[in-house]
């Protein structure tokens, strides 16, 4: 091969125009994170049944206006090619969808990765939506692209033909030219996948609204159907009027870009050491813990089934206060109830005798 020359089979994809996203370039193509579902670090692969505005997949949120309607879960068997995970919700029930119904699932994604869009002004970009769906229904699927406010958006509509069976799609929305739409780290744009739209809430496909809609009109509801199954995955936002190749990242890479918004640390023994700090009262100690990766805001944490360790006293963590954490680090300020802490010494914040033991960090749009 000459040098200067590009090979369309080594990129598996087109080369010409805006094909390759802004710029024409290969690197943030997608601006979907975890887009192929190979990140779960909140449930592991575990069957949920989320609350409204819960995280399931990382990235990936659900939003209902009524409890218990669905299940979503990581799954791996027969993927479409080229994948080895998906997104699976299953409806738990035959709910009929009033009119101020709504059931989705979505990602926002932070301004920073969407203000080369260059949306709400005159030279707004095309951006085209592609994914892998697979449903035990047919029929019209509906969803969105909202802005941070929830007063700009674009409802679209994709088509699942035949049922139990791998389909890819593709959407392109033409940029809006109005609006307002947030490019630091705040909501860029949320993108929304529809299982059961009421009336108030649905919209005209295919064009940008000033109304809250969440699908298109008359799109497929999910949750409708007891036992009905809706899979998606390979999800990509890019630049340009065509869908292109599936960018896939390294694991480390997706992962690392996960945990900017959520991280999680599970104890690998049974005394695993979370943290380090100083005994500085005899039931209290601060503690010291690096994050792999600077965070979007100064994170939330949480645990279970810690406890704190000065050399010779030991006993479980009861709460967490006075959190100094930066987007660096988490610095909480622990309480262990009935302590006997021995002030001055070190102190290791470690699983309490429990391979269960686990601490987070989130920091969610």
Known sequence: ?????????????SVSGVSLGAGNA????????????????????????????????????????????YSVQQLSASPPAGFTNY???????????????????????EGF?????????????????????????????????????????????????????WTQ???TIAGPTSGTWVTNNGIGVNVGFALGVGSTYSGTAGVWSTNNYLSAT???????????????????????SSATGFEYRQYQQELALCQRYYWRNNAGTVYTSFGSGVIETSTNFGAYIKL???????????????????????????????????????????????????VGRGAALQANGTTSAWIDATAEL
């Open 218 to 240: 008359g799109a497929t509801s999910v949750v409708g159907t007891n036992g009905a199954t809706f899979y998606i995955t390979g999800v990509q936002l890019e630049v340009g």
């Open 169 to 171: 799609i593709s959407v």
């Open 292 to 342: 792999p990766v600077t965070m979007r805001a100064v994170p939330t944490p949480n645990y279970s089934n810690l406890r704190g360790f000065d050399g010779s006293n030991a006993t479980a963590v009861s709460s967490f206060s006075n959190n100094y954490s930066s987007t660096d680090t988490l610095n909480p300020y622990i309480t262990a109830s009935g302590a006997s802490f021995i």
């Open 87 to 109: 997104l699976g919700v299953t409806s738990l029930s035959a709910y009929s969808v009033g009119a101020t119904d709504y059931f989705n699932i979505n990602q926002s994604v």
């Open 1 to 13: 091969m000459a040098y200067g020359t590009v090979n369309a089979d080594i990129v598996q994809s």
């Open 26 to 69: 290969s690197i943030m193509k997608n601006r979907i994170i975890n887009g192929a579902m190979v990140i779960d670090q909140r449930n592991a692969g575990a069957s949920v049944t989320p609350a409204s505005s819960a995280y399931t997949l990382d990235r990936w949120q659900a939003a209902m206006n009524q409890a218990s309607k």
């Open 113 to 165: 990765n969407i203000a080369d869009f260059g949306w709400g002004g005159a030279n707004a970009k095309t951006v085209t939506l592609s994914a892998w769906v697979y449903s035990s229904l047919t029929g019209t699927f509906g969803g969105t692209l909202r802005n941070s406010a929830g007063n700009y958006n674009y409802p679209f509509t994709y088509s699942i033909p035949t049922a139990n069976t």
